[in-house]
């Protein structure tokens, strides 16, 4: 073989060489868009699952947070309803419990002792003069009655509401049993610093000492 002929076999060994290359390098290069392509494609797709998904959630936070709200909410108004209620009830008990305190005789305090000669009472009546105090008795029984002052005058113009009732006023009375036989006229009835005091004499039965038949 001449030289002439095997330079011209490696300048076609090269350009064969070269065109493969070349179609390599196609090869390679479509491929690789192809990758882009592909990989573009995946993240436009997870990006809008992930858009999607984001949308979702806070879908369900809205309306959890919607739901909470209106949970508080109607606690809320059921904790105040609850309570108004209460206090409603509470003030209808108030002015029934006075309203039957007005409408009823209360009872008068007193401390009662006694020993083998009289009875001893002392009876509460501070504030009552002692023109407003009535006393009877009988033969074992003796009752006492006592006219107590309104704290507000109801019968005057006066726009003061009584918020707490605990002394007695209106009529009071006390009607006492005994189990012996009393001498109601010889009873003494004094009244000294708002009480009234009474010594109450006992009718001792005369006894009789019985004899055999």
């Known amino acids: 073989m001449s030289e002439k002929d095997t330079i011209e076999v490696e300048t076609s060994a090269k350009e064969k060489i070269s065109d493969k290359k070349d179609k390599l390098d196609e090869k390679i290069e479509t491929g690789q868009e192809k990758v882009n392509k592909a990989i573009e ?8 699952k992930i858009e999607t998904g984001q949308e979702k959630v806070n879908e369900k936070i809205d309306s959890g947070k919607n739901i909470t709200d209106r949970v508080a909410s109607d606690f809320s108004k059921s904790v105040d ?23 009823i005789v209360e009872n008068l305090d007193i401390n009662l002792a006694e020993d083998e000669e009289n009875y001893y ?11 407003n105090i009535e006393i009877e008795a009988g033969d074992y029984e003796i009752s006492i009655v006592a006219e107590f ?20 006023r209106g009529t009071c009375v006390k009607n006492i049993n005994f189990l012996n036989q009393i001498d109601m006229n010889n009873i003494t009835a004094t009244y000294d610093n708002g009480l009234t005091n ?7 039965a005369p006894k ?4 055999f038949e």
Do not use: C, H, M, W
Not at 90 to 103: A, C, G, I, L
Not at 198 to 204: E, G, H
Not at 208 to 211: C, D, F, L, N, P
């Open 121 to 131: 009472i002392q009876v509460a009546t501070a504030g009552v003069a002692k023109e």
């Open 198 to 204: 009474l010594v109450i004499p006992k009718i001792k």
């Open 149 to 168: 002052p309104s704290f507000i005058d109801e019968n005057e113009d006066n726009d003061a509401e009584l918020i707490v009732y605990e002394l007695k």
């Open 208 to 211: 009789q000492k019985v004899t």
């Open 81 to 103: 309803g609850f309570f108004d209620g209460v206090r409603q009830v509470q003030e209808k008990v108030n002015n029934k419990v006075n309203d039957y305190r007005n409408s």
């Open 41 to 48: 494609k995946g993240k436009d797709k997870l990006d809008e």
